[in-house]
Every structure is written in structure tokens, then in C-alpha cells.
């Protein structure tokens, strides 16, 4: 019994859980960035409420404007800058003006303050605050020796600042000494952090142009194969075909023998032809069952593959379930974003009919399996000519399941089926939907 996955759960929540392995990299990463412009948001709330008591609103409404502005501005810089590092936006020149500009106003404002006996020396920690968390977005749109020397001359002037309102010397260490630990770790971290993306993009990039160039090397394969088998007859058919016409204008009846050698050469190179295709168009069980181990495992799916006897069974039979592999595994490189498949071929005791189960996850919540696509309907022509059924269906925990049964001895009659070999059938695996 089939049920749709991830019912009653949120729908973020279940596009998260069934994104791909990159793409939840992406959005755990980025989020935890972002959290840091809430944990500085919190830090100085945490501040402003512990100055409410000293403070009068003509002082804490201005602060707490400036020290939202100074959050708001990380936030954007950091969401503009992953962009940036990525390749994916332009440099946000202003939006890292702004930043900067703000983040200096506000700790001039609370030095200025401290010096106006408007806020305690308590203030300094909120300006420390600022300066721990400048450095990281700014990495993300800054080279490493521009964002340090721009980052190390505004502590330093601060430094300078706090020093000249005569605070105690502990508390200009621990201003200094903060600032600067804090900017490093975090200048660390957004910069591993977009660098740590960046390459996942790479790989991923990597993946895509690792499956393009297995199917352009396999087209290769198949024109070598072509070229060797008729480049030499059709050049032999074109030299004998000009010797036929000028032997005929001569009047000589060797033309005859002529044309008679050049249509037994045509006839042979359509045979070759034939068979070049129909080796190209046959597909062997268990070579279609290590294939797919490998190209999933280099893909990065973890894929099992249980074969419990792929060379007992007949030729049509193989090359029958061989597609079924063939195509399964194509579908879930191109529709699923899974992280595991399984195939299990069984042979029934006796006569029993073989089966062969592929499942995998990464379906998308959003699109069902209706059973009218084309190349389910190829594919099961197939194997109904050979007396067999196929089945997809979505199961629970957001899993796709095809399941081809084929008797071990066809009925009288049955052939195999040969008008829907080639390239065209497509077994819609990864919950794609049939077109």
C-alpha cells in the first residue's frame, strides 16, 4: 500500500529533509551564519535591557536604532556576500560602505557617550561586541589582506579611543583583547565558511560534467563503431560505383559485374550495421547491474546491489531487466537527489518468475508517480511481450519503488520485444513524473 510521503509534517520542513546533500549543505551553512546577526542582536538587546535603568529614551531609542541598523546591515552583507564569494552576484560596494560606516558610528557613539558621562564605562562592551562581528561578512566581499588591515585600523583606533578616556588599563586589555579574538574567529569562520561552499559547488558542477561526458563517450563508442564498420565499404562502394560508370560509358559489360560486387558490398555493410545497433541496443543483466553500482558510486549514492543468479536466466529475459537497470539508474541520476539505491534480483524456485526491485529515496514531495508516461508504457510493452508486469509505486518514508516480473518461460509465441530497444525508453525511477 502506497502513501504519500511526509504527510502532516510543514512543507519547509519536508523540502528540507528531501533536499539533496548539497543543497542542505548550502542551507545549513548559510543559516548558521545568519545566526550570528541574531546572536548579536541578542547580545546587545541582552545590554540595552541592562542599561534601562541608567538610561533616559532620548538615549536608548537612538541606540537601539543603531545597534538594529548595524544587525540589519550584517544580515544583508553576509546573504549578498555568500553570493559574491560564490560568483553568483556582483560586489555589494555600497551595502559594505554602509556596514563599515555604521559599525564605526556606533562605536564612536558609545565612546563619544562614555566621555559625555551619558553611558558608564560599561559601554565598552557593546562597542566590543561590534567589533568582534565586523570582520566576518566583510571577508565574504574583501580580500583576506584588505578586510585584516581595514578591520585591524578600526580597533586600533578604538583601541586609541577608550585609552584616551582614561579608563582603567584591565578594561582597555579586555577591550582590545576581545575585539581582536573575536574578529579572528569570525573573519575564520565566514571565510571557511563561503570557501567551504564554493567547493561543494565545484563538486557538484564536477558530477554533472562527470554524467555529460559519460553519455558523449558512449556516443563516441557508438560512431567509432559505425565509422569502422562502414567508413571502408562505403569508400569501396563509391570507387567501384565511378569504375561501373566509366566502364559503362566504354560500353564494356564488366559495369555489370562491377554494380553486382558494389550491391553485395551494400548488402554486407547493412548487416554489419544491424549488428553494431542491435549490440548497442542489447543490454546484458549483470553488466547492467555493475554499471550501476559504479556510476551511482561515483555519483555519490550509496547503491546495493543483491543478485541472487542474473546468468541463470535466458537471453531475452536479461536484456529485458538489463533495461530496466539501465534506464532506472540514468532516472535516479537525473530526477532524485538520492542518497541510497537498492536493486535485488530474485529467481523464483523451479519455473518461478524472476523479479527485479529498484528503490531508492530523494523523491520529491511535490510530484507523484501517475503510471501514463511513455516511458513506463515503453517499458512495460517490453516486458508484456515477454509475459511480465510492471509496477511503481511510492512508499513510505519517501521512497520510489519499480518492480519488474518476468515468467522464467514466456509463453508460446511471446518474443522478445525489439521495436522499443534504443535509447528512447525512460523509466521515470526518481519520481519525476512520466512525460
Given at each position: 500500500?502506497?502513501?504519500?510521503?511526509?504527510?502532516?509534517?510543514?512543507?519547509?520542513?519536508?523540502?528540507?529533509?528531501?533536499?539533496?546533500?548539497?543543497?542542505?549543505?548550502?542551507?545549513?551553512?548559510?543559516?548558521?551564519?545568519?545566526?550570528?546577526?541574531?546572536?548579536?542582536?541578542?547580545?546587545?538587546?541582552?545590554?540595552?535591557?541592562?542599561?534601562?535603568?541608567?538610561?533616559?529614551?532620548?538615549?536608548?531609542?537612538?541606540?537601539?536604532?543603531?545597534?538594529?541598523?548595524?544587525?540589519?546591515?550584517?544580515?544583508?552583507?553576509?546573504?549578498?556576500?555568500?553570493?559574491?564569494?560564490?560568483?553568483?552576484?556582483?560586489?555589494?560596494?555600497?551595502?559594505?560602505?554602509?556596514?563599515?560606516?555604521?559599525?564605526?558610528?556606533?562605536?564612536?557613539?558609545?565612546?563619544?557617550?562614555?566621555?559625555?558621562?551619558?553611558?558608564?564605562?560599561?559601554?565598552?562592551?557593546?562597542?566590543?561586541?561590534?567589533?568582534?562581528?565586523?570582520?566576518?561578512?566583510?571577508?565574504?566581499?574583501?580580500?583576506?589582506?584588505?578586510?585584516?588591515?581595514?578591520?585591524?585600523?578600526?580597533?586600533?583606533?578604538?583601541?586609541?579611543?577608550?585609552?584616551?578616556?582614561?579608563?582603567?588599563?584591565?578594561?582597555?586589555?579586555?577591550?582590545?583583547?576581545?575585539?581582536?579574538?573575536?574578529?579572528?574567529?569570525?573573519?575564520?569562520?565566514?571565510?571557511?565558511?563561503?570557501?567551504?561552499?564554493?567547493?561543494?559547488?565545484?563538486?557538484?558542477?564536477?558530477?554533472?560534467?562527470?554524467?555529460?561526458?559519460?553519455?558523449?563517450?558512449?556516443?563516441?563508442?557508438?560512431?567509432?563503431?559505425?565509422?569502422?564498420?562502414?567508413?571502408?565499404?562505403?569508400?569501396?562502394?563509391?570507387?567501384?560505383?565511378?569504375?561501373?560508370?566509366?566502364?559503362?560509358?566504354?560500353?564494356?559489360?564488366?559495369?555489370?559485374?562491377?554494380?553486382?560486387?558494389?550491391?553485395?558490398?551494400?548488402?554486407?555493410?547493412?548487416?554489419?550495421?544491424?549488428?553494431?545497433?542491435r549490440g548497442y541496443r542489447?543490454?546484458?543483466?549483470?553488466?547492467?547491474?555493475?554499471?550501476?553500482?559504479?556510476?551511482?558510486?561515483?555519483?555519490?549514492?550509496?547503491?546495493?546491489?543483491?543478485?541472487?543468479?542474473?546468468?541463470?536466466?535466458?537471453?531475452?529475459?536479461?536484456?529485458?531487466?538489463?533495461?530496466?537497470?539501465?534506464?532506472?539508474?540514468?532516472?535516479?541520476?537525473?530526477?532524485?537527489?538520492?542518497?541510497?539505491?537498492?536493486?535485488?534480483?530474485?529467481?523464483?524456485?523451479?519455473?518461478?518468475?524472476?523479479?527485479?526491485?529498484?528503490?531508492?529515496?530523494?523523491?520529491?514531495?511535490?510530484?507523484?508517480?501517475?503510471?501514463?508516461?511513455?516511458?513506463?508504457a515503453g517499458l512495460r510493452?517490453?516486458?508484456?511481450?515477454?509475459?511480465?508486469?510492471?509496477?511503481?509505486?511510492?512508499?513510505?518514508?519517501?521512497?520510489?519503488?519499480?518492480?519488474?516480473?518476468?515468467?522464467?518461460?514466456?509463453?508460446?509465441?511471446?518474443?522478445?520485444?525489439?521495436?522499443?530497444?534504443?535509447?528512447?525508453?525512460?523509466?521515470?525511477?526518481?519520481?519525476?513524473?512520466?512525460?
Amino acid at each position: 500500500m502506497t502513501v504519500a510521503a511526509g504527510i502532516g509534517a510543514p512543507g519547509w520542513l519536508e523540502r528540507v529533509r528531501r533536499a539533496s546533500g548539497p543543497v542542505r549543505f548550502h542551507q545549513y551553512t548559510r543559516y548558521t551564519l545568519y545566526s550570528f546577526a541574531a546572536c548579536e542582536a541578542a547580545l546587545l538587546v541582552f545590554w540595552c535591557v541592562a542599561q534601562r535603568g541608567g538610561l533616559t529614551w532620548r538615549v536608548l531609542v537612538p541606540l537601539s536604532a543603531l545597534f538594529a541598523a548595524h544587525t540589519v546591515c550584517h544580515l544583508l552583507l553576509c546573504r549578498a556576500g555568500l553570493r559574491y564569494y560564490l560568483g553568483t552576484a556582483e560586489r555589494p560596494g555600497r551595502l559594505t560602505a554602509t556596514y563599515i560606516a555604521v559599525t564605526v558610528v556606533g562605536v564612536a557613539c558609545l565612546h563619544a557617550s562614555i566621555g559625555l558621562d551619558v553611558l558608564d564605562a560599561g559601554a565598552v562592551a557593546a562597542g566590543t561586541w561590534l567589533l568582534m562581528f565586523l570582520p566576518g561578512p566583510l571577508l565574504l566581499v574583501l580580500s583576506v589582506r584588505l578586510g585584516t588591515a581595514l578591520v585591524a585600523l578600526v580597533i586600533a583606533a578604538s583601541a586609541l579611543a577608550v585609552a584616551a578616556l582614561g579608563l582603567p588599563g584591565e578594561q582597555v586589555g579586555y577591550h582590545v583583547g576581545a575585539s581582536l579574538f573575536g574578529a579572528t574567529l569570525f573573519g575564520f569562520t565566514y571565510r571557511c565558511s563561503g570557501w567551504t561552499l564554493r567547493v561543494v559547488n565545484e563538486l557538484e558542477a564536477a558530477r554533472e560534467t562527470q554524467a555529460r561526458l559519460a553519455v558523449a563517450e558512449e556516443r563516441l563508442r557508438f560512431g567509432r563503431d559505425l565509422h569502422d564498420v562502414l567508413g571502408r565499404n562505403l569508400s569501396v562502394i563509391a570507387l567501384k560505383s565511378e569504375l561501373a560508370v566509366q566502364l559503362a560509358q566504354r560500353g564494356s559489360p564488366s559495369a555489370v559485374d562491377q554494380m553486382v560486387e558494389v550491391q553485395r558490398i551494400a548488402r554486407e555493410s547493412q548487416r554489419e550495421m544491424r549488428e553494431v545497433v542491435r549490440g548497442y541496443r542489447e543490454a546484458d543483466l549483470h553488466t547492467e547491474l555493475v554499471g550501476a553500482r559504479g556510476v551511482l558510486g561515483a555519483a555519490g549514492i550509496d547503491c546495493r546491489i543483491e543478485d541472487s543468479g542474473s546468468g541463470k536466466l535466458p537471453e531475452p529475459l536479461q536484456s529485458a531487466l538489463g533495461w530496466v537497470v539501465r534506464e532506472g539508474t540514468t532516472n535516479v541520476l537525473r530526477h532524485a537527489d538520492a542518497r541510497w539505491c537498492v536493486v535485488r534480483l530474485r529467481i523464483g524456485p523451479g519455473d518461478g518468475p524472476a523479479e527485479l526491485v529498484m528503490e531508492n529515496d530523494g523523491v520529491s514531495p511535490s510530484r507523484a508517480s501517475t503510471g501514463g508516461g511513455s516511458g513506463l508504457a515503453g517499458l512495460r510493452e517490453r516486458l508484456a511481450e515477454l509475459g511480465g508486469t510492471l509496477v511503481d509505486e511510492r512508499c513510505d518514508g519517501g521512497t520510489f519503488r519499480l518492480t519488474a516480473r518476468v515468467p522464467r518461460r514466456p509463453a508460446a509465441g511471446d518474443e522478445p520485444a525489439g521495436r522499443s530497444g534504443g535509447r528512447s525508453a525512460t523509466v521515470e525511477v526518481a519520481g519525476e513524473g512520466e512525460r
